[in-house]
């Protein structure tokens, strides 16, 4: 009885990213004794960012990618090669650790320890706009989101003021204005690139809108955040907190309430469910390191593990109410996995601007919202996308650390170059049902639990859009005067985009969804799905923002339910 008080909160978070830390910070400042559970280690704010102040002379490997090192990425070698280098502290898991199965080609990025996939992400920052939540229905696709912006817009504004998002106001429909911080500058060739892309062919440019404090408010301060450097090595951890993570924002923000507990090392295995009174009674967990097993309870549970982790929980908890996974009455739990399909673009090398310089490294780069199936332009498939792109001074990608040493560095230093710009979509994937993924009836991991198993591709849909994508890119340099213009329509696996959703979805009907409008789980209202698992589809702008939006907003439904005695 002694263990079970001591035990028992008022709300318990699983995960402590993006979307997991959004809701400690709610629930605890508005009064809940709250607590985190996160599976992987604990890392700390500055002191476990242990490569952020390192010069690339520092890294054993320059800060490349050993084979030793991609080979942690066994499900994709090539894909660790590309990001999971020594400059980011072993933030990424090791799939060696942490396998899952593939029917068919997935890429599944994760991060385990505290604030999860908040320290790595490229904070690129972008409201839904209304069409976002009708379109489903519009084209009888899946199912209709139970909300409409309007349910949202006042959230993406509360939000945004507490994460410090940049960027221009530009009062376009299709990608509505956040509460912004300044925005970054354009290069000469972005401001070269935007008129000429506006004058022939109509299209709209903006500057990249970021979770970066470009000029920090009272409320960052407070919290021990600091205006961006403009260093662009983010993903080793920003000991500034000038990037939106856990870490910088919303952990303090919860532990300044001091009604937050935080246990890292926990895996949450199951959520315990009550049959007698139809609610969650609260999670069982397992220490990572001794395998220990406990249960904690709690009034509310918040689900914020990732959108397939969770999903992976929920399937996990099993009981004769429930016995095809936590309220999967639908049948659509693990189903409808959408992401961003991109690897198409292009790349050219600029005329002109030989004589120009910039200063500083800009952690952003420009964005150009969806034109495609907007307003009067009508494709041969549904939805569209958006491209994200960059432009630099030749062999300056990096700043100088790519030049080389010495003597030979202080010569190319002083040598004027070319200019190039890149640039890539990232196109809605379409919600369907046979996308899923579900647990290996047999195959465990080391903590014993079923591995995770993907069975997902591409529709004719997103193959018709990738077309686009890549010749609109290769259209837009053309027009800007660019030369040596070479467009690209590589592989891409689901999951590629890092933007996993839509595995245990909202709708209106029980029949055909997992949570209600509010987040809460149709068939036990003490449950919230908070993170990218709740997406009814996916739009083409990164969806991060949107869930804090939505987090926030189910947070305060459910201490407003719970003080009604409703939960
Ligand atoms: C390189 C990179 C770039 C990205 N760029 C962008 C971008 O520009 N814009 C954007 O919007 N998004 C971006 N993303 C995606 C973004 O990081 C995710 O959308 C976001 O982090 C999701 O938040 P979350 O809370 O759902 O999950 P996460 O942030 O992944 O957090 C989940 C947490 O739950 C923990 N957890 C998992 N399972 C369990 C369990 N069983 N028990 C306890 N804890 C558990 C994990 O360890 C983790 O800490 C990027 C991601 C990466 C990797
Ligand atoms: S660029 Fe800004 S946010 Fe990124 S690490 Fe540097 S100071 Fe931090």
New binding site residues.
């Given amino acids: 009885m002694n263990a079970k008080a001591i035990n028992t909160y008022d709300a318990i978070v ?9 809701a400690a910070k709610e629930l605890t400042e508005k009064g809940l004794k709250t607590l985190m ?4 280690r604990d890392i700390k704010h500055v002191t476990d960012y242990t490569t952020a102040m390192k010069a690339p002379w520092e890294f054993q490997y320059r800060g490349r990618t050993s084979l030793a090192q991609s080979s942690t990425f066994s499900n994709n070698p090539a894909r660790g090669a590309r ?1 999971g280098n020594e400059e980011v502290n072993g933030f ?2 090791n799939e060696l650790k942490h396998p899952y199965l593939e029917d068919k080609p997935f890429r599944w ?10 320290l ?7 409201r839904w706009n209304e069409e976002d939540f009708l379109a489903n229905a519009k084209e009888g696709i899946a199912v209709d989101w139970p909300i409409r912006y309007a349910d949202l817009a006042p959230w993406y504004s509360y939000v945004e003021k507490f994460a410090g998002i940049s960027g221009q106001k530009e009062g376009w429909e299709v990608l509505p204005d956040s509460e912004f911080l300044p925005p970054h500058d354009f290069t000469c060739v972005e401001k070269h690139f935007k008129q000429k892309v506006s004058e022939k062919l109509a299209r709209p440019v903006t500057i990249g809108r ?2 970066h404090l470009t000029k920090p408010t009272a409320e960052h301060l407070a919290l021990g955040r600091a205006q961006c450097q403009a260093r662009n090595r983010c ?1 080793r951890g920003c000991p500034f907190g000038a990037y939106f993570s ?1 870490q910088a924002a919303t952990l303090p923000a919860a532990q300044k309430t001091k009604r937050l507990t935080f246990l890292s090392d ?4 199951e959520i315990l469910y009550d049959s007698q009174k139809n609610r969650a009674s609260g999670v069982r ?1 397992m220490d990572q390191n001794t395998k220990k097993v406990e249960e904690y309870y709690a009034k509310i549970v918040f689900l ?4 397939v ?2 999903t ?2 929920m399937l996990h908890s099993k009981s004769s109410r429930f016995p095809t996974g936590f309220g999967n009455d639908s049948g659509e739990l693990g189903h409808n996995i959408m992401d961003h399909h991109l690897n198409a673009g292009a790349n050219a090398s600029v005329v002109g601007f030989e004589d120009s310089y910039y200063f500083g490294r800009r952690p952003n780069g420009i964005y150009i919202p969806r034109y495609r199936n907007w307003g009067n332009d009508k494709r041969s498939y549904l939805r569209g996308f958006g491209y994200q792109g960059w432009s630099g001074r030749s062999g300056w990608q990096r700043g100088t650390d790519s030049l080389g040493f010495g003597a030979d560095l202080k010569e190319k230093i002083t040598q004027p170059g070319g200019w190039w710009m890149g640039m890539g979509g990232f196109g809605e994937i379409l919600p369907r049902h046979q996308n899923r993924m579900y647990l290996h009836p047999t195959e465990r991991d080391q903590w014993g639990l079923p591995l995770v198993v993907f069975d997902a591709e591409l529709s004719d849909n997103e193959i018709q859009m990738r077309k686009d994508m890549a010749n609109d890119a290769a259209e837009m340099f053309e027009a800007a005067g660019f030369k040596n213009i070479v467009s690209y329509n590589n592989t891409y696996a689901i999951g590629g985009g ?3 959703m839509g595995t245990a979805r909202m709708g209106r009907d029980p029949k055909t969804s997992v949570l209600n409008e509010w987040n809460q789980v149709h068939a036990c209202k003490n449950v919230f799905v908070t ?3 709740c997406m009814t589809s996916s739009s083409c ?7 804090m939006a939505l987090t926030a907003r189910a947070v305060d439904f459910a201490v407003k339910e719970l003080k009604k005695r409703n939960l």
Avoid: C, M
């Fill in positions: 699983i995960g402590s990213g993006v979307s997991g830390g959004w559970l996160e599976r992987g990001i990424f898991v990025t994760r991060a385990y320890g505290t604030g999860g996939r908040s790595l992400w490229g904070r690129q920052a972008y970021v979770a993903e856990t926990k895996i949450v295995t967990v914020n593990a990732g959108s982790a969770s992976a929980i890092v933007h996993e993170d990218g698992a702008v990164n969806p991060s923002l949107t869930y």
